[in-house]
């Protein structure tokens, strides 16, 4: 059972930027599916931002190409996601999730761990 713990959300006002981490609790070295998940209440999930560590395979949703950014230290077991220039659109609940060994891209059921989620909240 892989744990992920997750850290960095908060509150901003429009055009400013949060760096969110998730740190798994064993190795990613060998390959896993990592990214991030924001959700808002009455809508669907949304699939941000992957990568499949020790690789440049990455995966952006439209919504957040040219503002977010993922990355990968795989020393330290932790994926990052820096969000620049935030817009109100981005306030949700963001989810770190993860896979061993499989690409899974923004689809929500190919993850097996998943973190609690932290919350980021963008005024205008």
């Known amino acids: 059972q892989v744990q992920l713990v997750e850290s960095g959300g908060g509150s901003v006002q429009a055009g400013g930027s949060l760096r969110l981490s998730c740190a798994a609790s064993?190795?990613?070295?060998?390959?896993?599916?990592m990214g991030w998940f924001r959700q808002v209440p009455e809508k669907e999930r949304e699939g941000v931002a992957f990568?499949?560590?020790?690789?440049?395979?990455?995966y952006y949703a439209d919504s957040v190409k040219g503002r977010f950014t993922i990355s990968q230290d795989n020393a330290k077991n932790t994926v990052y996601l820096e969000m620049n220039d935030l817009e109100p659109e981005d306030t949700a609940m963001y989810y770190c999730?993860?896979?061993?060994?499989?690409?899974?891209?923004?689809?929500?059921?190919?993850?097996?761990?998943w973190g609690q989620g932290t919350q980021v909240t963008v005024s205008s």
């Open positions: 064993e190795s990613t070295y060998s390959g896993f599916s």
């Open positions: 990568v499949y560590t020790n690789s440049h395979i990455t």
């Open positions: 999730a993860s896979q061993k060994g499989k690409w899974c891209g923004p689809h929500a059921e190919c993850f097996a761990y």
